[in-house]
């Protein structure tokens, strides 16, 4: 059976275990209203997690993102605000720089001190936040305030269909957004010069370096591009939620490493698929959601987040074992 | 003459072979005149630091348990959570019936069940150590995602117990802990001076601590000279368990409450100090006395620009700030 050899393939029997369970437990799991917000709850969660798919492939890890994101975002907003502009493509693409930069200032000290990432992105997410909040204040851009074409453009729908109640309910056009970024990223790491590289520093950075892979490029390469990937999350959740919070993502880092873990890929670097991660990413998503629907009481939700870490860590290092022995 | 060198010998061994401690103690007395100098008046009053007494134990204890995570190469990203575990559990053990009623009492009846109570938290402190060292040493998951993972539960199990709000109204004798004083000195900073005291003896002079700097600078060498790896490791992350439940004993003694994420910003501090404090997350390196210059230095810091009146938020971008510089300096000095 060389299917169940595959990562993806388990992971996506889990995920059908899962959903069955769930559906078992209360059928409302299966309702169009429901499938469609738990659609919706991947995106930008999504994203963020193919950034950190591309960190944790080469070795490192990114606590600093939800910072970068909730920086590109509330920065991004006030500045509209500020000038009175509104719009869709100008705006993105200031949150993307933004994310690149404060990406590229991870990617400098991880590479030229040597530094753990982890110790890194920790600093720097605190320097981030803080001066965030300390400098542009902390006051919620709300809905009457936000530009009304970013709005517009979060509520555009792919489809609507009338619910069993009786309400319309849509599938938001951002799932296209998500996967088109999952299949502009899964091409840069499989079918590209660096996206080899990545996996081949990953995977053990000194023959990298040996074998001709031009370790700063690589570094640099990941770290903006996880941080691209956040800035553009951050405004992506301002215009699904119509509001502006500085604090915002604050913990998202631990649901964003484990779905990504529970996807498959190793902290050790050097594995990890775009599919894994967004199975790893619906698992985690669909299960938080659905605690509700099993009717179980939301401060279990930690407890759970946390169990499917260990869970899925213990899997992963069990296989490592394996293969190595 | 003779006594000058015999000091200038004692001097040198409290410093320590490695210059870190020398360059902290000089960033500690710059840090010192700085803030003397931009508050004149308001710094060098004694109840400034009476007051950073009674605040710098729970963090310095969190610290000194965060190094000892990071001796075998490892990091603990769940010592915030088990502080508050052990403070809520121990507090809803107040809050039982037939133990309210003794504790209000007072008596003996109340100092049985206070210390009970510290019993309690050191326990769980004890186990979720316990519970940390076997999945890391064990199951062999990576320290950062076994102890994210564990923070996790943790947390949640604090929020599950408390179902959100804070636990207030503690024992007096518990309060006593966090805010009583003990020949002229804070309890807490008495209780600091104990357990880097402990963790110092354990590090330097036993068996245990050689064996983890051995594991921290070469896993692969200690496992052939016999040490048994994966046993101390367990022990490391119990000690740190423990510590973080003192540091959960002292912060809800000083404020007299317990809340599921209460001192969540403690966890990037205690990182960054240990760290400044001459630690090297890689492993096999790492020193009370370096962590606790590290902790005088930044309280110093941070309690002079609170003076400053500048906002929160700022004071957590210069420690952010101060941990990447450190990195920085502490890169181009080991490359010359």
Known sequence: MKIFQSTEAVIAAVLILVMLAIGFINPAFWGVDNLFSLAKSNVVIGIMALGVLLVMIAGGIDVSFPAIAAAALYITVRTMVAIGYDGVVLPFIGACVLGILLGAFNAFIIERFKMIPLIVTLGTASIIRGLVLGLLGTSIVNINKMPKELIAFGKVDLVSVTAANGATVGLTAMVLVYLGVAVVMHLILRHTMIGRSIYAYGGDAESARRAGVNIRKTIFFVYCTAGLLAGFAGLLQASMIWQANPRDFVGWELDVIAAVVLGGASIFGGRGSVLGTMLGVFTLVMIKNSLILMKVDTTWQRVVVGAIIIIATAITAWRDRKKLA | ?336
């Open chain 2, 1 to 336: 003459m003779v006594a000058e060198t015999r000091s200038n010998s004692v001097f040198r061994r409290l410093l320590g072979s490695d210059a870190s401690i020398l360059q902290l103690a000089v960033i500690t007395v710059v840090i010192f005149v700085l803030m003397t100098v931009m508050n004149p008046d308001k710094f060098l009053r004694y109840y400034n630091f009476e007051s950073i007494t009674y605040v710098m134990p729970e963090l310095g204890i969190l610290c000194l348990a965060m190094m000892v995570a990071m001796l075998t190469g490892g990091i603990d990203l769940s010592i915030v959570a088990i502080a508050n575990l052990a403070a809520i559990t121990a507090g809803i053990y107040f809050k039982q019936p037939g133990v309210a009623e003794a504790l209000a009492a007072g008596g003996t009846g109340a100092a049985f069940h206070v210390t009970m109570g510290v019993l309690i938290a050191l326990m769980v402190g004890l186990l979720s150590g316990l519970l940390n060292g076997v999945l890391i040493a064990r199951l062999r998951i990576i320290p950062i995602l076994a102890t994210l993972g564990t923070g996790q539960v943790f947390a949640g199990l604090a929020l599950v117990l408390t179902g959100g709000p804070a636990i207030a109204g503690f024992p007096d004798a518990w309060t006593w802990i966090g805010t009583g004083k003990l020949l002229g000195l804070a309890v807490p900073f008495w209780i600091l001076i104990v357990v880097a005291a402990v963790v110092a003896v354990i590090l330097t002079r036993t068996h245990i601590g050689l064996n983890l700097m051995l594991i921290g600078t070469n896993a692969r060498a200690a496992v052939f000279v016999g040490i048994r790896s994966a046993r101390m490791i367990i022990y490391s992350y119990t000690m740190t368990g423990v510590m973080a439940a003192i540091a959960g004993i002292l912060l809800s003694g000083r404020t007299n409450s317990a809340k599921a994420d209460f001192g969540s910003s403690y966890l990037l501090q205690a990182v960054l100090i240990a760290v400044l404090g001459g630690t090297n997350p890689a492993g096999g390196k790492g020193r009370v006395a370096g962590v606790l210059l590290a902790l005088v230095s930044l309280m110093l810091l941070s309690s002079g620009l609170q003076i400053m009146r500048v906002s929160n938020f700022l004071i957590d971008a210069i420690w952010g700030a101060f941990l990447v510089v450190v990195i920085a300096i502490n890169y181009l000095r080991s490359a010359k």
